[in-house]
């Protein structure tokens, strides 16, 4: 009986360090929208996107999840310490499912699928437009 008892303890203990591991800060690396997924670019195409990519790099999204269960949506630009257009929300891991929640209703506004999850890669998609994702790299 005691056995059982520590190994649900480790289970739990296990399940809730990795929906903790989703604390932090990260950083939006890659998106693909319907419209992307639905046409492949050329080779000319490809090579023109990564001249263009440089000027890319002047601003960042950044997401971050609190280990409280709120978070703060921005956009970072080089030299700044603050983000502009920071939104607020809380939010819910609930097994691939991650509920954004308004801060204030606790109403959820969006619900998004997580396809691939690492210590560093965070790839998900809305739970209405599986065809748009988002790729995230841990950066704290």
Do not use: P
């Amino acid at each position: 009986m005691r056995y059982h008892i520590i190994v649900l303890c480790f289970l739990a203990a296990a399940y809730t360090g990795h929906a903790q591991s989703l604390v932090g800060s990260w950083q939006v690396v890659a998106e693909q929208t319907c419209f992307d997924s639905q046409f492949q670019e050329s080779e000319t195409e490809k090579e023109l996107r990564k001249d263009m990519g440089s000027t890319q790099n002047a601003v960042a999204r950044v997401i971050t999840f609190n280990k409280n269960g709120t978070g703060e949506e921005g956009i970072f630009s080089v030299g700044m310490r603050k983000g502009a257009d920071m939104t607020s929300f809380r939010y819910r891991v609930n097994g691939k499912e991650i509920q954004l929640l308004d801060k204030k209703s606790g109403m959820m506004t969006q619900q998004l699928i997580v396809d691939e999850f690492s210590q560093t890669t965070l790839r998900i998609h809305m739970a209405s437009k599986d065809c748009e994702t988002k790729t995230f790299s841990r950066i704290k």
